[in-house]
């Protein structure tokens, strides 16, 4: 049972647009949900995270929605950067007693064209 | 200020043939995390550790073993490997439960290929 799920494998986009990558979520445990970039042969790194007691989250180029009642988060990057092709996972904890593990989406590979 | 290290970085086996894959993080975290990234499957975890001394099961913990030598260092082994564990595989750290501290750090990764 795939409790995160990121539904398109894939997006394009050109530079200078805005770039939207989009996650669903099953379990009403979750409380808190990250954005990992990851580029080819390099491990997934950090990008923003948000509190299910927010409901928007900026740093710089990167928002990241959350709609709790949709069980719904994205990823807007504004504007997309050829630098910023690469695979988005979003990933979901469950405070509490969970010891920070994750739950994973299975990643959107986005590229962005000059 | 080198993060989370992982060796190696590639590996050939045979099938039934064992390893152990190394980690070590530098940043004086308490939890610390193994992953297997399968394409189009995300990363699923295979085995944590929420601090030194302890250690639980994850997702996918069959065929796996694991060691948390201490605070820095945290071991994957596979005992008899099969073609099913050919995947790349990840560890992570983080530095405590609570305040925010929800960020987990990740190593390059180790692609192993079970033949």
Redesign the interface.
């Known amino acids: 049972d795939q409790q995160v799920k990121q539904n398109s494998p894939s997006l394009s986009v050109q530079e200078g647009r805005i770039s939207i990558l989009n996650c669903d979520y099953t379990n009403s445990m979750f409380d808190y949900f990250l954005w990992y970039k990851k580029y080819p042969a390099e491990g997934p790194t950090f990008l923003i995270s948000i509190s299910s007691i927010k409901d928007k989250n900026e740093d710089g180029r990167f928002t990241v929605f959350l709609n709790k009642s949709a069980k719904h988060l994205s990823l807007h990057i504004v504007p997309s950067q050829p630098g910023d092709s690469a695979v988005y996972f979003c990933a979901a904890l469950a405070g509490g007693t969970s010891y920070g593990k994750l739950t994973f989406g299975q990643g959107t590979i986005l590229t962005v064209h000059p | 200020n080198a993060g989370?290290t992982q060796t190696p970085k590639f590996q050939v086996l045979k099938t039934g043939q064992s390893m152990t894959l190394q980690c070590a993080q530098d940043m004086n975290h308490n939890?610390m995390?193994w992953?297997r990234q399968d394409p189009?499957?995300?990363?699923?975890?295979i085995y944590?550790s929420?601090s030194e001394g302890t250690t639980?099961k994850?997702e996918v913990p069959n065929g796996y073993n694991v060691s948390r030598l201490n605070k820095r260092e945290f071991s994957l082994r596979l005992e008899s490997a099969a073609p099913s564990q050919t995947s790349v595989y990840?560890c992570?750290s983080?530095l405590r439960?609570g305040l925010?501290e929800?960020?987990?750090?990740?190593?390059?990764?180790t692609r192993l290929s079970v033949l």
């Open positions: 989370v939890s995390y992953y189009g499957m995300g990363l699923r975890l944590y929420a639980d994850g990840f992570a983080r439960q925010g929800n960020i987990q750090y990740f190593g390059a990764g």
